[in-house]
């Protein structure tokens, strides 16, 4: 006789010999347990605070401090292929790539086709590492082929810079596809998927029966929102220059060398780019968590 069997015997022979004060306590003591395996099971898993908040703060105090120092400071530090937000956004797509490929290897305890969408975003944070390194040539330093270097802007070896206007193309639909388009995708994705839903389905997607659903993985969970927010608002202070420069003129504190301008215009792109990398990362973290801690019960074939 199996052991799970021998409990309801005895339950039944507690029943019949006990007084209806110990039935009463038996029954609430299963009652505790039942409740105490259900929190446990819905205990929901996911980015510490201390990532999803801290890192958008740290990454603001390193860009208004360092223009702090000068300009010479600044340009070593920040906007160098080897400054801050070139070296971070590659640091953030490297495990970003890493924890994709995990993903998808737990793709079984995830709803059908949901492992196939993390591997698809392991490939773009590739291609967006692979892209913001030049493939290598930044580090390595190597010569662009000539026939490459005539069609790319920057004589680099990437794709988001090639240019085919000057050889009759009056739509440069190839920069489209591989610089602006991935743009416009993220930028999307952080205000619609990192921002607006996490707030709008909340308590939906909060439940423990909600990790049943291909939605509980795919839209982001509130811990994206700083990142996001930081991405969307990043070319505020960018777009803003650009509108007193064409109608009221710009101010002598923000002029080009001054503080705010380091601070807050200069590395607008390149920092909207960070944040892009920043949320990649976050994303796919927070689903292998919750994939380590929280798979769905029944196993997806």
Not at 141 to 149: E, L
Request: charged share 15%.
């Amino acid at each position: 006789m199996q052991p799970k069997q021998t409990v309801p015997a005895k339950s039944a022979t507690l029943t019949a010999s006990a007084t209806p004060q110990q039935v009463a306590y038996e029954s609430q003591k299963e009652e505790a347990s039942v409740s105490i395996s259900a929190a446990i099971e819905s205990k929901h898993y996911d980015l510490p605070p201390a990532i999803c908040i801290g890192m958008p703060i740290v990454s603001l105090l390193v860009l208004w401090i360092v223009p702090l120092f000068g300009q010479r400071a600044y340009d070593i530090l920040i906007p160098h292929e080897i400054g801050f937000l070139e070296i971070g956004t590659v640091v953030f797509l490297i495990p970003a790539i890493v924890l994709g490929v995990l993903c998808f290897l737990r793709r079984r305890h995830m709803p059908k086709g949901v492992g196939w969408i993390m591997l698809l975003a392991a490939i773009a944070a590739l291609y967006f590492a692979g892209e913001e390194i030049s493939w290598g040539q930044t580090y390595f330093h190597w010569k662009t082929p000539d026939v490459w270097a005539n069609l790319n802007k920057q004589n680099e070896t990437n794709l988001h810079n090639l240019e085919l206007k000057k050889y009759g193309w009056y739509v440069d639909l190839v920069d489209d596809l591989l610089s602006n388009v991935p743009r416009q995708i993220m930028l999307i994705f952080c205000l619609v998927g990192g921002i607006i839903l996490p707030l709008a389905l909340r308590r939906r997607l909060s439940r423990p029966t909600a990790r049943q659903s291909v939605w509980y993985w795919l839209i982001p969970t509130q811990r994206l929102i700083p990142a996001a927010l930081l991405a969307v608002v990043s070319t505020a202070p960018e777009k803003i220059y650009k509108v007193l420069k064409h109608t009221y003129g710009i101010p002598n504190w923000l002029s080009k060398g001054k503080y705010a301008y380091l601070a807050f215009v200069d590395p607008a792109g390149e920092f909207k780019e960070y944040c892009f990398a920043m949320v990649m990362l976050f994303y796919l973290l927070s689903v292998y968590i919750r994939v380590r801690h929280n798979p769905i019960s029944k196993v997806v074939k």
